[in-house]
Structures are given as C-alpha cells and as structure tokens.
C-alpha cells in the first residue's frame, strides 16, 4: 500500500462537490467584472523565478532538470506566467487585459495550518491600467466573492498598505538600508518573535533605535499619514500616500471600502510587488494564516522585456479560504447530490435508457444500475448518492403502461404513465403527479 505524499491532498466526490461550488462561486464573481478564464502551464522556467525574486527562492520550490537538460520548475505561483504571457502578445491585445485562472501551485515548505505543498488559487489580474479604481476592482471582485459565499462582510478584513511608503521610509534613515530584506522582514513581523523580526530589520542595516523608529512609523494611523510624508521628505512618499488614499476612495465608490484597513505592517514577501498590497485575514483572528492576498506589479511586464505595463491582480487560496467559511458557518455541505435514480427491474432496459437519457437532456445528474443489482440493493444506493427520486422501471408496471415515481425522503410513491414521464416536466418529482 502506498503512502499520500506529505503537502499534498486528496479530495474524495463530498469534499470535492463543496470545493467545486466555491470555486464555481469565485470565478462567477470574476465573469461578472469581465475577466475572461486563461489556462497556464504547470512547468516554468527555474530562471524566471530566480531572476525575479533571487536563486534563494529555488530552495522553495520543486526544481529539476527535464530530459532535455532545462532547468524547470513546478509553478509556484501565476503571476510571473500571466506577466510572460502578456509579453508574448502585448501588441494584440486590448487594454485593459482582464484574466483570471484556477488551478495547482507547487512550493517546497513546511507544511501548517492552510498551507500545503500543493495548493490551488484562482488569479484575478488586470493588465494596462494604472488608475486606483483597478486596484479598488480586483479588491471588490475579492469581497463579492466572499459575500457570494455566505460570508458577512464582518468575517474577514482587507489590510492594506502601500509598498513605496515602507520603501520610502527605509530609504529616509541614515546609513546603508537593504530595503529589499528590510521589507521581507516586515512581511514576517507577525509569524516571528520579536527578537527576531528585530534581528532581521538590523541586519537589514538598521541600527536598534532606527528599528524602533521604524516601527513606530509603520503605526501610524491612516488619519496621520502627512506624518510619514513629513518624516520621509520626499515626493516619493508623499505620492505613495497619495495613491493608496486614492484607492481607498475608489473602494468606497464600489462598496469594499469598510472591509479595509491601512496596515503599513502588510508588506507581501514577493520583490516585484510596487505599489498598493494588501491581504484578506479572518477577522476574528481564529484562522491565523492570510486567505489571500495581492496588490500592484507595475514593473514586471517591462522586466519580462515587454512594453511598460501597470498590473494588478489577487489570489484567493482556498486551503484557508475553506478555514474561514468554516469558521463562519457558511461552508458548502460535504455531500454529493443526485436527481434521479433510474431502478430497473427485470428484462426493462430499454425504456429505463430512455428514461434515464431524457432526463439527462434537460441536465439532470441521473444514475442507474451498472452492476446487476437486485432491487433492494438498487434502493440502497440510491440512498447513499443522496437520490432526490427514484424512477422504478419494473416489468409489471410496464405491463400497465406505467412507472413508479417514489420520493426518497418522504418513502412516498406513485404510478405514472410511461408515455408521460418525463413528458413535458422540466424536472418532474414526486408532486407533479401525487
């Protein structure tokens, strides 16, 4: 017997029919803003991932040498494909580029609650627009689903923050700063001790009372940012402020803006982030791990040797997005559903086939037996596919002309005319003909 490989899952038909309604749900939301479904590969270049975000990032990810000698990875993410993409046909395609996907990642780590070595996300990105309103868009396409789920807009919080003004406020401080280690380390504040999230900012360049500094600066409140503007002095964050208090607006005009807060600690690991970034919590903090996040990547179609191309995007996960629904209670039910069981008894093949086709036409989920079952064992797995109604083909029905229709839950049953079921019933039960 072989062992699931560790990270990674399987999802049995009731887990997976729950899974599937919250993905139907999440991409529904995305077609509605016209994002249009994209299908990506699952193998990359290793290069593009380390020219990106530096050759430590390989010791991440499941990197091998393909039999014609490349160096490929597993993607771990989608950004970097989409952005390659984009590349290859930024002068047939219209502005702006509004895509989305679902599928499989792949990330060599320790595994933990709502993180696994295989994970699945569905992408929303916009492409060719660098106005706030696109930021404030993949922000709403991010709370209508969540609100599509069940979830009230009190389940979960937007935190966000704007990347130029931590690179801003690292480059105000006197000395040599490493600001792209410095905002690494801001983005591991909350999942390390204090010491060490210290540790990592001084090594960083910061002296001690320049870490303290700094994270006073990172608690400003959003009433108080001219504070920043005036402590860094430059225009750089003076616009940083600038545009992250635009997108807030526009988030106020498409409805989100009550599920967002300024966080100045949210940083995003990855280095092509550039402007606005931000990451969806439970709100009650019960599910510890980011449901998703996103933000602003204006630079990375140019540094994929495309035209200057503003970018956006988000990617809702759902390992922890099913904690969360979870936890609120609005979790789809983990069962499978069938409409139809088509019982056949006796030498009734052939009308039970027709039966059972024409209900299928009108697209219904219709089972029958394959297996030479006897009546009561047909009955009995009717019941465990959680059968709605029971079509009985039997010889001695037939023989009268008729059908025998039974309603699983109530055990009620009734005869029906052969030549009249389905007949013209979009999805005829049990009521229709008591």
Same mark, same amino acid.
Request: with cysteine.
């Given at each position: ?18 899974? %599937?309604? !919250? ?7 995305? %077609? ?7 299908? !990506? ?9 380390? @020219? ?29 494909? &989409? ?13 702006? &580029? ?26 929303? @990105? ?13 922000? #709403? ?42 905002? %690494? ?31 006073? +600066? =990172? ?40 599920? $967002?807060?300024?966080? =100045? ?11 606005? &970034? ?30 200057? !191309? ?13 904690? +969360? $629904?979870?936890? #609120? ?22 009308? #039970? ?5 024409? =209900? ?12 030479? %079952? ?5 009955? @009995? ?54």
């Amino acid at each position: 017997m072989y062992d699931r490989i560790k990270g990674f899952r399987d999802f049995y038909p009731p887990e997976m029919a729950a899974r %599937r309604e !919250t993905i139907d749900t999440v991409e529904s939301v995305a %077609r509605r803003y016209g994002f249009r479904e994209i299908e !990506t590969p699952a193998l990359e270049s290793a290069e593009m991932y380390a @020219d990106k975000s530096g050759e430590e990032i390989l010791e991440e990810l499941y990197v091998f040498e393909d039999r014609g000698g490349r160096e490929v990875a597993l993607t771990p993410e989608l950004t970097p494909t &989409v952005a390659r993409m984009a590349v290859a046909r930024q002068q047939a395609l219209t502005k702006p &580029v509004k895509w989305f996907s679902t599928r499989p990642f792949w990330r060599y780590e320790q595994v933990q609650q709502g993180r696994f070595r295989e994970f699945y996300q569905t992408n929303v @990105d916009i492409f060719g627009s660098a106005e706030p309103t696109a930021d404030a868009e993949v922000l #709403a396409v991010a709370a209508d689903a969540l609100t599509g789920l069940g979830l009230d807009s009190g389940d979960f919080e937007f935190r966000v923050s704007h990347r130029d003004i931590l690179g801003g406020l690292l480059a105000a401080f006197e000395g040599e700063v490493d600001t792209r280690a410095a905002v %690494r380390a801001v983005d591991k504040r909350e999942k390390v001790e204090p010491d060490e999230y210290a540790a990592l900012l001084t090594d960083a360049g910061l002296s001690a009372g320049q870490v303290d500094q700094f994270d006073e +600066l =990172l608690a400003t409140p959003e009433d108080r940012l001219d504070e920043l503007v005036a402590f860094a002095g430059t225009d750089r964050v003076e616009a940083a402020v600038g545009n992250l208090q635009r997108v807030l607006a526009a988030a106020t005009d498409l409805g989100v803006r009550d599920s $967002c807060s300024l966080s =100045l600690t949210t940083a995003r690991g990855l280095d092509y982030y550039t402007g606005v &970034v931000f990451e969806c919590f439970d709100s009650t903090g019960e599910v510890s791990r980011s449901v998703f996040g996103g933000g602003r990547y204006d630079d990375l179609i140019e540094g994929f040797g495309g035209q200057s !191309t503003p970018a956006v995007g988000v990617a809702p996960g759902y390992a922890t997005l099913s904690l +969360l $629904c979870q936890r #609120a209670g609005v979790w789809p039910e983990e069962a499978i559903e069938t409409d139809y069981y088509v019982l056949q008894v006796g030498e009734t093949r052939e009308t #039970a086939a027709r039966i059972a086709r024409d =209900l299928r036409a009108r697209g219904h989920v219709v089972e029958s037996d394959v297996s030479g %079952r006897s009546f009561g064992a047909q009955l @009995d797995y009717a019941d465990s596919i959680n059968a709605e109604t029971v079509v009985i083909v039997g010889e001695r029905d037939l023989a009268d002309g008729e059908v025998t229709l039974k309603q699983m839950e109530s055990g009620d049953q009734t005869q029906v005319p052969v030549g009249s079921f389905p007949g013209d019933h979009e999805r005829p039960t049990f009521d229709d003909f008591a």
